[in-house]
């Protein structure tokens, strides 16, 4: 079977900062839209539930700015490891 020694470091960091930004928009409409509706049903609306909507910009931008970091970090590490571990084996037929 083939095994996979090296991970692209550009590759692994875009990929991982785009899931980990559409994941802060999923954390951002539950902050946003849950502490809303909270103090919708207590009537303590105030200026802190629309300061909690920056969330829908803030939380996708934090999320993606730390999955690219940790993306460059894991494809850093696995390709550092794979000179002694051998890599990651896969069921691909390579032609």
Same mark, same amino acid.
């Given at each position: 079977?083939?095994? &996979?020694?090296? *991970?692209? *470091?550009? %590759?692994?960091?875009?990929?991982? @900062? &785009? #899931? %980990?930004? %559409?994941? =802060?928009?999923?954390?951002?409409? !539950?902050?946003? /839209?849950?502490?809303? /509706?909270?103090? +919708?049903?207590?009537?303590? &609306?105030?200026? =802190?539930?629309? *300061?909690? /909507?920056?969330? +829908? *910009? !803030?939380?996708? #931008?934090? %999320?993606?700015? #730390? !999955?690219?970091?940790? =993306? ?7 390709? /550092? ?5 051998? @890599? &990651? ?7």
């Amino acid at each position: 079977m083939p095994k &996979l020694r090296k *991970i692209g *470091i550009s %590759f692994l960091a875009r990929l991982q @900062g &785009l #899931v %980990f930004a %559409f994941l =802060g928009l999923l954390a951002g409409v !539950g902050y946003s /839209f849950g502490g809303f /509706f909270y103090e +919708l049903a207590t009537g303590t &609306l105030n200026s =802190g539930t629309a *300061i909690a /909507f920056m969330a +829908l *910009i !803030g939380m996708p #931008v934090i %999320f993606g700015i #730390v !999955g690219y970091s940790l =993306g460059i970090i894991e494809a850093l590490v696995y390709n /550092f490891l794979t000179r002694w571990l051998g @890599g &990651l084996e896969s069921g691909f037929k390579v032609d």
